[in-house]
C-alpha cells in the first residue's frame, strides 16, 4: 500500500489539530483572566465595602492600573525570556541594558500604582484606600492556596 498520497492530508489534519489547540489554549487563557479580574471585583467589592457607584468610578481605574502593570510584567518576562535564549550571544551592552529594564520593573510598578493612588482618593474613603494593599495581598494568598491544593479560593471574610 503507498501512503504518499495520503501524507498531505495527514499532515493538514496534524497542522489543523495544533491550530485547534492554540486557539482553545488562548480562550482557555482569557477565560482565566476574566474569571481573575472577576474574583478581584467581588472580593475588592465586599471587602472594601464599596458602594455601586464606587464599584462602577473604582474599578473602570483599578482595571486601568492593571493592564498597565500587566504590560510591564510581560516586558519583563519577554527581557527573562531573551537573556535565557540569547545571553552568551548578547554583548555585555546588551546585557546591561537587559538586567536594567529587570531590576527597574518594581519601580515602573511603584510609580504606575501612585499614579493611581492619587486617582483612588477621589474615589475611596480613607479606611478603603488604607485597606486595598492588604486585600490586594489577600486575594495574591486565596489565589496561592487554590493553585497549590486546586481549592475554590475562599470568600471574602464577613466583617472585620
Known amino acids: 500500500m503507498n501512503i504518499r498520497p495520503l501524507l498531505p492530508i495527514v499532515l493538514m489534519t496534524a497542522a489543523l489539530c495544533c491550530q485547534a489547540q492554540k486557539a482553545d489554549g488562548s480562550s482557555r487563557q482569557q477565560r482565566g483572566r476574566e474569571q481573575l479580574i472577576e474574583y478581584r471585583h467581588k472580593f475588592l467589592s465586599k471587602d472594601l465595602d464599596l458602594s455601586a457607584e464606587q464599584q462602577s468610578k473604582f474599578f473602570a481605574l483599578y482595571d486601568e492600573m492593571n493592564d498597565r502593570l500587566e504590560a510591564v510584567n510581560d516586558d519583563y518576562r519577554e527581557t527573562g ?7 552568551s550571544r548578547l554583548s555585555d551592552v546588551a546585557l546591561d541594558a537587559c538586567s536594567r529594564r529587570m531590576f527597574e ?17 477621589s474615589i475611596l474613603s480613607s479606611k478603603q484606600l488604607a485597606r486595598l494593599k492588604q486585600a490586594e495581598m489577600q486575594i495574591i494568598r486565596n489565589l496561592n492556596k487554590f493553585h497549590r491544593g ?6 471574602p471574610p464577613e466583617e472585620r
Open 105 to 121: 520593573q518594581k519601580k515602573l510598578e511603584g510609580e504606575i500604582e501612585l499614579e493611581y493612588y492619587d486617582k483612588f482618593k
Open 81 to 87: 525570556r531573551k537573556i535565557d535564549a540569547e545571553g
Open 150 to 155: 486546586r481549592r475554590v479560593p475562599p470568600p
